[in-house]
């Protein structure tokens, strides 16, 4: 499955399996771990400006990380291990000022950790 088109646009994601919103109905917690998904993350991620909680390990994951996926401002816990990720960190991973956990392993990331994070 298509991490782009999964699951379908136009519902409630609120409704989708995996997904948990806060109580204004905001997402805030995504768990679509070992869901078979393939594709790259894409850029809209960004829109999810409540999200604390993002588990995409054990996928089928592939490309970089869009810049606009370090908007995501509150993440706290991110997941993204046992997947096939490449390139480079951004410095712009100094924007999550609220990032508690970070599980990268199993990747093609290359390049230094940037010193946001060090």
């Not at 805030?28 to 850029?43: A, E, H, N, V």
Request: aromatic share 10%; glycine share 8%; net charge negative.
């Amino acid at each position: 499955r298509d991490f782009a088109t999964f699951p379908q646009m136009g519902q409630d994601e609120c409704l989708w399996n995996g997904v948990t919103c806060n109580e204004n109905g905001k997402v805030s917690r995504i768990d679509f771990s070992d869901s078979g998904l393939s594709g790259t993350i894409p850029p809209e991620m960004r829109l999810l400006q409540h999200l604390q909680v993002l588990d995409l390990s054990a996928n089928q994951l592939h490309g970089t990380l869009p810049d606009e996926f370090y908007d995501l401002r509150s993440l706290q816990r991110l997941y993204l291990y046992h997947n096939q990720l490449e390139g480079t960190l951004s410095p712009y991973i100094g924007q999550w000022r609220e990032l508690e956990y970070l599980h990268l392993s199993h990747n093609k990331f290359t390049g230094n950790i940037p010193r946001q994070l060090q």
